[in-house]
């Protein structure tokens, strides 16, 4: 039975489980980077991010499957336990000077696709540990101390490289995972699976176009997936062609481009601690269906800022990450609160799959039409393109309908 409070036992070592290893993830990330950088090229940097994420793409919809097939608790623990014993396999090669890109696309696929699994089983366990009142701020939470450690793991992982080195980074990666496994064995997860053993792959199949049929027949979750899909892919130009936006139109540094790019993950940081602090979900359920038009309407004059003060473009993103975090928080949110227990798992892994998988296509089309439209024509015409799709995701009736009758809704999931 679940205690009516956000920091009961199990949520609580779920999440200091989770920041330990989201420490270590962050440095240890950093140090593959730096090796491939080091020892491979620009080539070896997009084939390893090439890798994870076409892995992610194709083991999403069987880690979301699994979610619901199996026991939550054991996916949680045995997929960090994996993680470690991969990064200590990386760890080992890097000691003995054998650590090879070969070695390390492997790894990347391996890990990826482990993620995979992790990811759905903790977002399809979180209604059961937390009291339903308590979810957004869990989400918040949850999300909120991702964001700072991974600033911190950032930039203690450049500096690790410099002073202790690579081989010491990937260890203290597997230990973190190590950690948090050990820390998940207490945890208690209510028992949501239909089967002890692993299921044959028919059945993962079949389970996954149970999911998807769940999905088509649920209208407003349907329409809540195809605007995950185009914002996705709308925002890529922003973030892919900040760098040459900032140094052929803005005149200034890597270190400018540094600020800005800064000023969205800041955004993320004060709109999960806006999201902890407020009930915004049960005070001002409108605010949410309009996050998406805010957006577009936020970076529509972008390209029209005087360049001479990049504060102004700095002030934007900020503004981009605490609207854009207050509608993924909010949206995963009732996602946990509305979706039966025997489809969330599913839920989120076709989730996943629609967040990363256009995501290289709109990269690759947009580094093509680049070499021939200007880019504050692109961020324009990205700008127009959000304010719309935001504008008919607040008028839909089927989504208007969703947010209204299960926002702040406290009702138990069946």
Known sequence: MKKDNLF??????????????????????????????????????????????IVAVVTAPFGGALADKL??????????????????????????????????YTSAALSSAIAQLFMPAVGASLPLIV??????????????SSSIFKIISYAAGGLGVAYFGIPLLLLFNSVSFLISAFS????TIPQTATSSKLPALKDITAEIKLGFLYIKENK????????????????????????????????????????????????????????????VPTKYPNAIKWCLCAMGLVLLPLPFLPVQYWQLHFITFIAVGI??????????????????????????????????????????????????????????????????????????????????NNTGSTATIE
């Open 8 to 53: 009961n036992k199990d949520f609580t070592l779920l999440w200091l489980g989770q920041t330990v290893s989201e420490i270590g993830n962050g440095a240890g990330y950093i140090a593959l980077l730096w090796w491939v950088t080091t020892e491979g090229s620009v080539l070896a940097l997009g084939t390893l991010a090439m890798v994870k994420g």
């Open 184 to 187: 998940e064995l207490f945890i």
């Open 220 to 279: 407003a979750l349907s329409e809540l997936m195809s605007f995950v899909m185009i914002v996705n892919v709308v925002f890529v130009p922003y973030f892919l062609l900040l760098p040459k936006f900032v140094k052929e139109y803005l005149s200034a540094g890597s270190e400018i481009y540094g600020f800005i790019l800064s000023g969205q993950m800041i955004g993320s940081l004060l709109g999960a601690v806006l999201m902890s602090a407020v009930a």
């Open 131 to 144: 009291p339903a009142k308590y979810l957004s701020q869990a989400n918040s939470l949850s999300q909120m």
């Open 323 to 404: 609207l854009a975090i207050i509608f993924n928080i909010n949206a995963i949110t009732m996602i946990q609160r509305t979706t039966p227990q025997q489809h969330l798992g599913k839920v989120f892994g076709f989730i996943s799959t629609l967040s990363n998988g256009l995501t290289p296509a709109a990269q690759g089309f947009t580094g093509f039409i680049a070499n021939y439209i200007a880019i504050p024509i692109i961020y324009l015409a990205s700008s127009i393109a959000a304010v719309f799709a935001g504008l008919k995701f607040a008028v839909s009736k089927s989504m208007v309908s969703w947010l209204l």
């Open 71 to 104: 026991n939550r608790k054991h996916i949680i623990v045995i997929t960090d336990f994996l993680q470690g014993l991969i990064y200590a396999g990386l760890t080992y090669l890097a000691f003995t000077s054998r650590l090879t890109l070969p070695a390390v």
